[in-house]
């Protein structure tokens, strides 16, 4: 048990940096206003924050830099609703509220020695990428890792300019791909939807896992292509999105089945959610 | 030996805990069909007997309907938090329902699962329980279904039972129970005799197993279909306690504040994005049951439900739980 | 009453005119009547029709669950049946794809009874026994009001604070209403937050003075709000109000007259203008 503090006040974290990643979606790096805090703030990847900006309420994002990357921390939002709308408006030096980090986690450990496939789709970039750079930075304790991600358009591509960067590190392949129609005259990349992507890249899936994450209907269309690439249901992962707002299990908002997604989540196998009534 | 007081003498309590500051919240008659438990200014105003049980619970006391979690301050691009002072009033909760105050041990493992909600455990330190042993049931009171009965003292720092003639006996259950009537009783040989309580519809302990294999019945629409989706149901369980965080204020002041929440409302899961994962009533229907039934039981060892049938008795429609859970049992036994 | 009831509902399931039948059912007295929804001309025996069938069931054919179960034919009172007449003039219904049976009401010991004037429902299509309908002089209609407005306006705002204080914010007035049809209501939508979500003194008088806009002069005074009010707050007072104000300055009685036009949609040469300032 934890000391008896108010729960539900965030820190104050200062925005270092706002990059807008497609027409529609901004990442924020964000360093806690109290030094004291950001040292001993901790966090394992793939575990989620809430954040908020005053006057208007908060949302649920994954942490998607790196636990490795010890000054800063970054989230990426797609402007939909009351939230992203006013932190589309963020600019440097602002202040948002924080709290977190909760959830669990990518069982990194468990995946030490093991092939990483990592899939993503739209704004799933986020989630995958914590992970991804996490694999990168501990490079010689995984196996391949391949990195299918999609989406509809070239310019709806998060983190575009990271795409290379891992491609360049040691057995990692990357396979960008956007929706047939959604290609520039340049694009190297693939041109398809993500689940056929993936049969195609032809991944050897010996000693793997997979970390899924995307829409609905990529997911349940990639799920097949790795079941006969031979991956198990306890093989596959990914995270869940439902909607929260005490991030703590209180409010009682995400409770999906036997499982409240904020704490016993984000991070499921394919095992569990097939588990797991159909309401996420 | 028992302990008795007289009714005079518990009004007489009532004055001094007031004048001492504390509050003291009872069962009061609102108007003539309506007792609702509300904090009380006068002694008369509680209710000593004469009711089934009030419409709303006295969850509200450790967990209001509305609370500031905290303001905040915006002075360019200053912020500054003011934390919500914890609450100090000591409360006073008298001539609960058993069925009452059976939920707070009840919310006492949400709030404090993992991550301890200080407001809701500062307000549980400072109130004092004294609850009523029933001698009245409606149609609605199921408390005998799910393993308990009208002088169950779960939840409660003392039990009052009516002898008659005026007179309670106290049975102390906690210190602070102890503490609050000490030097005020008599000693005496009378006891109050155990009531039935209500019928027994079922074994609702069990219904769990049975729910293990009714998720994805059909019949789920049809037993649930006049839900009208509304917070009545939740609002007066004394174990309900969903809730809501927003922002109120401006931009430049304001509070977060946290407010009753129902899982039976279409916006409860609605994503930004429009999806919504309990799309229809039954399933939000299904959600409640499953949660009270199968979820919390699992998770924490028992019933998210007291059996005080204020989901029925609030409900436009006369839905609420027990409704729900004997078309399955019936089904079941099919 | 009932057999004739029944013997209507199955008819009109068992010719396929209708493919459900929203009316009343009973499990035992103590507990009131709650609506079924019968698919099968075997159930309706299910039906019931007695002095504590009090639910306007009109709600329940805006209810997507309802909906999906076919063409209805809905049981309805006199008073009820006013809210099918306005939602059809909103055109949220497509009146000739609903059957209405109209019952004749004693009364149900509601506070509307007493004046009611419309214990024979008056637009149904099958109508099941007999009534007189009365007039009911408009003094009578809104004596309950008139006798609260004879308090000095800071009794009435002492009364106010004390009832809305009690309010929970379950939204079960609005959820039963069956003129509250909005896909999202305003007090849901947040960009902007348009009004307080809080169950506080101020949230609360928000919540039921947009209410009250929304609904004057459509409301009909069916009452359920007040029915079903967890905490016995008398909206009656409000829906009176709305109804009093409608037709001293513009002789509308919602729902009384398929023909009327409305008064939010409608403008008039001949509107007052006398409350503009
Ligand atoms: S679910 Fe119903 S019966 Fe059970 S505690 Fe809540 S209100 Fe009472
Ligand atoms: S069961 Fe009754 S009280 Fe609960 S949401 Fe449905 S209509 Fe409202
Ligand atoms: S108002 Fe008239 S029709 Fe409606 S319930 Fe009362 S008596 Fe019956
Ligand atoms: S039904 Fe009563 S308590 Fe519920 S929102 Fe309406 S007025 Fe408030």
New interface residues.
């Given amino acids: 048990m934890r000391p008896m503090t108010n729960i539900y006040q965030p820190d104050l974290m200062e925005v270092l940096d706002v990059q807008q990643q497609t027409t529609d979606v901004k990442s924020v790096r964000v360093r806690f206003r109290d030094d004291a805090r950001g040292d001993d703030f901790l966090f394992r990847v793939g575990q989620f924050g809430m954040f908020s900006l005053f006057g208007y309420g908060e949302s649920t994002f994954n942490i998607c830099s790196s636990s490795n990357w010890k000054d800063f921390v970054e989230f990426c939002f797609r402007r939909t ?2 939230v992203t ?1 006013a932190l589309w408006s963020l600019e440097k030096n602002d202040t948002i509220g924080f709290r977190g980090p909760y959830g669990n986690s990518y069982p990194m450990d468990k995946w030490i020695g093991k092939n990483l496939i990592f899939i993503g789709g739209g704004i799933a970039m986020p989630p995958l990428r914590c992970a991804i750079w996490y694999a990168l930075e501990n490079r010689e304790q995984f196996g391949d890792i391949t990195i299918v991600y999609g989406a509809r358009r070239v310019q709806d591509l998060v983190f575009r300019q990271e795409l290379d960067r891992w491609a360049e590190y040691d057995r990692v392949r990357v396979v960008p791909c956007v929706d047939p129609g959604g290609e520039t005259p340049n694009w190297t990349g693939e041109v398809g939807f993500v689940p056929a992507v993936t049969e195609r890249a032809q991944i050897p899936a010996g000693n793997a896992v997979a970390l899924v994450i995307g829409p609905p209907v990529m997911i349940k269309f990639t799920l097949p292509v790795l079941a006969k690439m031979g991956l198990a249901d306890r093989d596959i992962y990914t995270s869940l999105e439902n909607r929260m707002k005490c991030g703590v299990g209180k409010c009682g908002r995400c409770n999906c089945g036997p499982v409240y997604v904020c704490k016993e989540g984000p991070v499921f196998t394919l095992e569990q959610l097939k588990s797991l009534p159909n309401e996420y | 030996m028992s302990q008795i007081i007289s009714k005079p003498a518990i009004r007489r309590l009532v004055e001094r805990w007031l004048r001492q500051g504390k509050r003291v919240i009872a069962p009061v008659q ?2 003539p ?2 007792v ?1 438990y509300q904090p009380v200014r006068s002694p008369d105003q509680v209710l000593l007997e004469g009711f089934v049980r009030p ?2 619970s006295i969850k509200q006391v450790v967990f209001p ?2 609370e500031q979690l905290f303001q905040y301050r915006v002075r360019g691009k200053q912020i500054d938090l003011l934390p919500a002072p914890l609450p100090d009033v000591e409360r006073i909760v008298l001539a609960a329902r058993p069925c009452d105050a059976a939920a707070l041990p009840i919310l006492d493992h949400v709030f404090n699962w993992e991550f301890r909600d200080a407001t809701y455990n500062r307000r549980r330190e400072l109130t004092t329980v004294v609850t009523l042993a029933c001698t009245e049931y ?3 009171c199921f408390c005998t279904s799910v393993g308990s009965q009208p002088n169950d003292t779960r939840g409660s720092d003392a039990l009052l039972l009516d002898l008659g003639d005026q007179t309670l006996e106290v049975r102390c259950v906690t210190d602070k129970g102890q503490s609050l009537f000490a030097g005020q009783t008599e000693a005496s040989t009378r006891t109050a005799p155990t009531g039935p309580g209500p019928e027994r519809r079922a074994d609702l302990r069990r219904v769990g197993q049975q729910l293990e294999q009714a998720f994805e019945r059909s019949e789920w ?2 037993w649930t ?2 839900c ?5 149901c ?3 369980c004394p174990a309900c306690h969903c809730f ?1 965080m ?1 922002d ?1 204020g401006g931009p430049t002041c304001g509070a977060r ?1 946290r ?2 929440d ?1 899982c039976q ?1 279409g ?1 409860f899961t609605l994503h930004a994005s429009g999806h919504n994962p309990r799309n ?3 399933q939000r229907q299904r959600q409640r049951i499953y949660h009270k039934f199968h979820v919390y039981p699992n998770k924490f060892g028992e019933l998210l439900c007291t059996g005080c049938g204020n989901c ?1 008795r ?1 409900c ?4 609420g739980v027990l ?1 729900v859970l004997e078309a399955i049992q019936a089904e079941g036994a099919k | 009453m009932l057999q004739p009831l029944r013997e209507t509902c199955r008819r009109l399931l068992q010719d396929g005119i209708v493919q459900v039948v929203i009316g009343y059912g009973q ?2 007295r ?8 019968i698919t099968d001309p075997d159930d309706v025996g299910q039906l019931v029709w007695n002095e504590q069938c009090r ?1 306007n069931l009109v ?2 054919l805006l ?4 909906r999906v179960l076919g063409k209805p034919a809905i049981v309805v009172k006199g008073c009820d049946e006013r809210a099918i007449v306005v939602l059809e003039q909103e055109s949220q219904i497509d009146r000739s794809q609903i059957v209405v049976i109209g019952v004749a009401c004693d009364g149900m010991a509601e506070p509307r009874c007493e004046v009611c004037d419309a214990h024979q429902p008056r637009f149904a299509d099958h109508t099941i026994g007999h009534a007189t309908n009365e007039t009911q002089p408009a003094e009578r209609r809104y004596a309950h009001l008139c006798e609260f407005l004879e308090q000095p306006p800071s009794d009435r705002m002492a009364y106010w604070k004390a009832e809305l204080e ?1 309010c ?5 007035c ?3 209403c069956p003129l509250c049809y909005c896909e ?1 209501c305003i007090v ?1 939508k ?4 348009c009004l ?5 003194l101020k ?1 609360n008088f928000a919540w039921h003075i947009v209410r009250a806009f929304h609904l004057a002069s459509r409301c009909v005074g069916c009452d ?1 709000c007040s ?2 009010c ?3 707050i008398d909206l009656r007072l409000v829906n009176l109000s709305m109804a009093r104000a409608s037709e001293a300055s513009f002789g509308h009685r919602s729902g009384t007259d398929p023909q009327a036009e409305l008064v939010l949609g409608n403008y008039s040469q001949q509107d007052q203008e006398h409350f503009i300032r």
């Fill in positions: 609703g009351r709308e | 609102v108007r069909n309506l609702s419409l709303n309907r509305h409606d149609a609605h629409a049809a279909n006049r009208l989706g509304c917070g009545a939740a609002y007066g809501d927003v109120e504040v407010n009753w129902a409302f916006q229809a009533q039954s029925t609030n436009p429609v006369s839905l409704p | 499990a035992v103590a507990v009131e009547p709650y609506p079924v929804f639910t709600k329940y209810r997507k669950e309802i009690r929970v914010k379950c939204y079960a609005r959820q039963a999202r849901e947040n960009r902007p937050a307080d979500t809080s169950a506080t949230g359920q029915r079903v967890p905490e016995g």
